[in-house]
Structures are given as structure tokens and as C-alpha cells.
């Protein structure tokens, strides 16, 4: 949600006894009453602005609908449940856009074993809008929170980052069974999915946590289409620039205690790689490790790095 | 959700242990584990369809966009305990229609002990999309449903009907309370909100339970609204034409054995008034009840009583 929107709720809404974890987090955790908490996330995607509905298969709009709250849930290490989808279908074949949507999201579901509990459709003139809540339930040890990151943590991550838009970021698998096996095995004190950038999230979940952020860039996991993107466009922008700036793709930056990350590292116990990008530090703000150990800053939207050693902000 | 599509999902959709009832009620109630059962339904409402948002200040949309949530848990018997929130906002001052949104659910969501949970913001070139999802929990005698009416249960309504659109679908209050009151107190068979309107919402209800229901149209509750409309326009529609079909009353409609309607309306438990209007019959479909206890068809989706006693669907 929105930042302005978001500070402007967090002063004017009430407290409430079942609110475990309100807004601001990727999920919001509600106590129902029962000895299990409730994981609840909700995201709408719109078409002409996460996706061209004329230029691709409407089943892989459904899938990311459905995908990008099955990551939020992983983002927090709550298993998924079930899911309701509110359909805003334009009035044109909407049954068919529909049934295509859904088409796309079952596969997803079952690989998860989540539940389409339930749905609202509607048609109008306008273009297609999918917004899906997804439930989950918190694992043994409780959820990931953003704010529980400290100082001297090590930052890692899952995957690979850049170029999602070309085409990852409609067929992405969300970090579900990934968040389930790591929140299992180890102690994490902090995780954020990554929606917006690397730097931007990573940025917001030390923020949350009260403390700064230290990458060492050389160390980010730069994904093939971040490469192709480099040497295709002509923008100037590198590889790196693109993993670190891009966004969408929906991978967990985690923060865990040195001795924990040195155990992950080893283990390796994911079918993806992780990777150690840095380090939580008590200096507030995102920083980029220079050789020697030098901090430099590293601007939170995206970084150009040029060859005279100054940083300037991305466009 | 509409119909042709429910019936797709329902062939569609595999079955899964945590989801105790799906697609096709007012809301869906997943088994969280733990002795948590969560009741959750999803509704939205857009701008130039459920409201006209240059007409109309905004917090009333945002109003309607939780309060048709609400009333779907009432008529689960649900307690409400939270919603989350996705806003697609027009880009044109988003932020201030956000705040007059949230302004107009949260007297609401007070009112009923509602939690803002959470939320997503997007803004785009489109009209508004409010979808909200509301989150409760079950009484301790469970849901209601609307698979559970039977043949001689009596016909009781909350409130009354027509004329909604002159206003009252944009300030009317979800018939919560009463709904926790009446499942406390007494044993409903099954239960409907009407949005769709008066004979649409109680076939609908029929239809799942597999009976017929049989209306005495001169017992039907006719608000104020549907007579001013009756005197005012010239379309030759009655008061009671609009209390039948015109839709968005949002009063609950409850099968109830008749020993126990008859204690209801005799103790009268609500603020509002409850109303006997016919009973369910073993033969299926909606029925008007003449007078001498014959039984003639009564369409479903709204009618036109003429002199001569035939009946005749509305346009």
C-alpha cells in the first residue's frame, strides 16, 4: 500500500484486540478465536498496468494474480489455505476471460494446495481488474515479520534477480515451499518478498527493523534476463542495475542471525540457490559495501554505478 | 457470482480438506487447523455500476464497498472480526479519494468490531474498484447456510423492500447484529441477503435447499422508498412490484420451523421488524400464495400482477 496512505491508517485506525499484525506488512495476522491465527494478504492486478491482456494468454494473468499473494504469504512463512477472487471482467467474452483466468490459477493452487474458496464476479466497460485474498495459516514458529532484522544479520536471498519484466513476472513461482522449508529449519528474524526492487524492499524491511543495510553488490544474484536486457538495450543500464532496480521478482530477502546464514549457505537446503548480498547494520539507510569495507549509500529506487566511483539515483 | 461461471468452478475445482463450504453460498468457511474456522467473502463494488461517484461523496462508496461485505457474513451468522482493503483508484487525486473511502468504512467497521486489517493500493487511468474482503469467525451453533431450508419451514424477512436505488443501497446498515442475535436465540434452517432482490435472492436459496417457496405477497414489508417510486414514476410498476424485485435491500431472509417463526415474531428480538411472508413447499420453485391457499407461479425475477390475475415477468 501506498507509504502516504499507510502512515495517514496506522494513525487514524483504532486498535483492535484480534489484530495481531496490522498494515504495513506483507500480510496482516487476525486472531479469530480459535488456537490457529489467521495470515491474510489481499493484491489486485489490473490489466494495461501488470499486464497487456491483447498481447498475452489471460491464463497467465490469472497465474500472477494468484502468484503474487501466494508470495506475500511465503514473504511472512505462512502456509496458504485457501483463496477468494473479486473478478471486474469487461463486458466483451467475459465468461471466457474467466474461465481462462481461473485456468491459470488452478495449477498454482494445487501445486500449493490452496483452496479457491469463493469469488465475486462483476462486468463493466472498463478493463479487467483481479483482486485475490489469500489465507494462510502461521507455521509452528510463528510468522516473518519485517521489523525483526538487527544489526549485524546477515541479508539473504533466494534466486536471482532483473529483467522479470520480459517475461518472469507473469509465470513466477512464489517462494511458498522455499519460506516453509527455511522457517522450519532455521531461526529468520526478518523477511520481505521482493515486488518493487531489491533495493527498495531490502531498503523497507531494515527501515521497519529500525536499522541500515550494507550490500556488497558484486555479490547479487543477477538473473539471465537481467544479462540479456543489458546487451540488448541501450539505455546504459548494467545487469546489476537491473537486479538491483527492477522489481517483480518475487524473491525472499531474509535476514538471519551469522551463525544461521553460515548453516543455510552450507546446506544449501532449498532446490533454488541462496545467497549471503551483505549485512544489517546499526547505520539507518541502504548501503553499499566498497572494497576495504568502506559504506558508500546506495539510493533505495535503483543506482547508476559509474566508473569515477560516484553513485547517482537511477531514472 | 454468476451462475454459469459457479457451475464451471464447482465441476472444475477439486475438493480440499480445509474448505468445510465453497463457491455458491454467501461466504466460504475454511478450516484453519487448530479448531479455527475461518468464514471469509469477497465483494466489489465500482464506480458507474454500484455508485456514481461524481454524484455522490465518496464515503459513502466506501460505505457500500464494506457494508455489502458485512452483510454476506450476516447472513452466515458470522461475527465479523476483519477486512482487507485493494483500492484500484483513478490517478486523478487517488490519495484524497482513498482517505474519503477509508472515512466512510471506518465508522462501519467500529460500529461492528471490524478490523482494518490490511489492504493494497494501485492506482491506474481506469474508474474506481473497491474490493474489500471481510473475515469472520462462525457462533458458537455454527453457520447459517442456504442449503438448509425445508418443506413447511415458514418465510421470515428482516426489514423491507424496493426502492433501494433511490438511496438507501448506499447507507444501509448490514443486518449484523440481528443476525448474531436471531442465531443465539433460536434455530434458523438457512439464510439469504438480499442483493439482487426480494424473489431472486429467496429462489435462490430454495433452489439450493431443493424446495419451493410460496410467498403471500401481501405480507411482503414494503419500505417507504417503493411507494414514493410507485407514486412518482410512471411505469405502471407498484410499491409491491418494487419490494419483490428491485434488489440491494440487504435484508436477510431465514428459513425457520414454524413453532419457532412463531416464537420469533411473537418475541419480536430486533430493533427492526420481522416479518412472516410464506413458507417452503415441496415443490420446487417460487410460488405465489392466492388467496383460498391455491399456488401460482411467481417469477423470480420480478412480476407484474395484472387485473386479470395472470402474471407476467417484468422487463
Request: hydrophobic share 45%.
Given at each position: 500500500?501506498?507509504?502516504?496512505?499507510?502512515?495517514?491508517?496506522?494513525?487514524?485506525?483504532?486498535s483492535?484486540?484480534?489484530?495481531?499484525?496490522?498494515i504495513g506488512?506483507?500480510?496482516?495476522?487476525?486472531?479469530?478465536?480459535?488456537?490457529?491465527?489467521?495470515?491474510?494478504?489481499?493484491?489486485?492486478?489490473?490489466?494495461?498496468?501488470?499486464?497487456?491482456?491483447?498481447?498475452?494468454?489471460?491464463?497467465?494473468a490469472?497465474?500472477k494474480?494468484?502468484?503474487?499473494?501466494?508470495?506475500?504469504?511465503?514473504?511472512?512463512?505462512?502456509?496458504?489455505?485457501?483463496?477468494?477472487?473479486?473478478?471486474?471482467?469487461?463486458?466483451r467474452?467475459?465468461?471466457?476471460?474467466?474461465?481462462?483466468?481461473f485456468?491459470?490459477?488452478?495449477?498454482?493452487?494445487?501445486?500449493?494446495?490452496v483452496?479457491?474458496?469463493?469469488?465475486?464476479?462483476?462486468?463493466?466497460?472498463?478493463?479487467l481488474?483481479?483482486?485475490?485474498?489469500?489465507?494462510?495459516?502461521?507455521?509452528?514458529?510463528?510468522?516473518?515479520?519485517?521489523?525483526?532484522?538487527?544489526?549485524?544479520d546477515?541479508?539473504?536471498?533466494?534466486?536471482?534477480f532483473?529483467?522479470?519484466?520480459?517475461g518472469?513476472?507473469?509465470?513466477?513461482?512464489?517462494?511458498?515451499?522455499?519460506?516453509?522449508?527455511?522457517?522450519?529449519?532455521?531461526?529468520?528474524?526478518?523477511?520481505?518478498?521482493?515486488?518493487?526492487?531489491?533495493?527498495?524492499?531490502?531498503?523497507?524491511?531494515?527501515?521497519?527493523?529500525?536499522?541500515?543495510?550494507?550490500?556488497?553488490?558484486?555479490?547479487?544474484?543477477?538473473?539471465?534476463?537481467?544479462?540479456?536486457?543489458?546487451?540488448?538495450?541501450?539505455?546504459?543500464?548494467?545487469?546489476?542495475?537491473?537486479?538491483?532496480?527492477?522489481?517483480?521478482?518475487?524473491?525472499?530477502?531474509?535476514?538471519?542471525?551469522?551463525?544461521?546464514?553460515?548453516?543455510?549457505?552450507?546446506?544449501q537446503?532449498?532446490?533454488?540457490?541462496?545467497?549471503?548480498?551483505?549485512?544489517?547494520?546499526?547505520?539507518?539507510?541502504l548501503w553499499?559495501?566498497?572494497?576495504?569495507?568502506?559504506?558508500?549509500?546506495?539510493?533505495?529506487?535503483?543506482?547508476?554505478?559509474?566508473?569515477?566511483?560516484t553513485?547517482?539515483?537511477?531514472?
Open positions: 500500500m501506498e507509504q502516504e496512505l499507510v502512515d495517514w491508517l496506522k494513525k487514524r485506525l483504532p483492535h484486540p484480534a489484530l495481531r499484525l496490522g506488512d506483507d500480510a496482516a495476522v487476525v486472531d479469530l478465536g480459535g488456537s490457529t491465527e489467521c495470515v491474510v494478504t489481499v493484491d489486485a492486478v489490473m490489466d494495461g498496468v501488470d499486464f497487456e491482456l491483447a498481447k498475452i494468454d489471460p491464463r497467465r490469472g497465474h494474480a494468484l502468484a503474487v499473494n501466494l508470495s506475500d504469504l511465503a514473504a511472512m512463512a505462512a502456509r496458504p489455505v485457501a483463496a477468494v477472487v473479486a473478478l471486474v471482467l469487461p463486458r467474452d467475459g465468461y471466457n476471460l474467466a474461465v481462462k483466468l485456468e491459470g490459477m488452478l495449477p498454482l493452487a494445487e501445486r500449493h494446495n483452496a479457491i474458496a469463493g469469488g465475486d464476479t462483476n462486468t463493466w466497460d472498463g478493463p481488474v483481479v483482486s485475490i485474498t489469500a489465507i494462510g495459516r502461521p507455521g509452528p514458529r510463528g510468522v516473518w515479520r519485517r521489523d525483526g532484522a538487527r544489526p549485524g546477515d541479508i539473504l536471498v533466494t534466486g536471482s532483473g529483467g522479470s519484466l520480459a518472469r513476472h507473469l509465470d513466477f513461482e512464489p517462494r511458498v515451499r522455499e519460506a516453509l522449508v527455511l522457517a522450519e529449519r532455521y531461526e529468520i528474524h526478518a523477511a520481505i518478498d521482493v515486488s518493487d526492487g531489491l533495493s527498495l524492499d531490502l531498503s523497507r524491511l531494515a527501515e521497519a527493523s529500525g536499522c541500515g543495510a550494507a550490500v556488497a553488490v558484486d555479490q547479487v544474484p543477477i538473473a539471465d534476463a537481467a544479462h540479456e536486457l543489458a546487451r540488448t538495450q541501450s539505455d546504459g543500464r548494467t545487469a546489476l542495475d537491473h537486479a538491483v532496480a527492477d522489481g517483480e521478482d518475487f524473491e525472499l530477502v531474509l535476514a538471519a542471525p551469522p551463525n544461521i546464514a553460515d548453516r543455510i549457505l552450507a546446506e537446503p532449498l532446490d533454488i540457490s541462496i545467497t549471503r548480498i551483505g549485512q544489517f547494520a546499526s547505520n539507518r539507510g553499499q559495501l566498497a572494497a576495504g569495507g568502506q559504506l558508500m549509500p546506495l539510493s533505495a529506487r535503483g543506482y547508476v554505478h559509474r566508473s569515477s566511483g553513485l547517482a539515483e537511477a531514472p
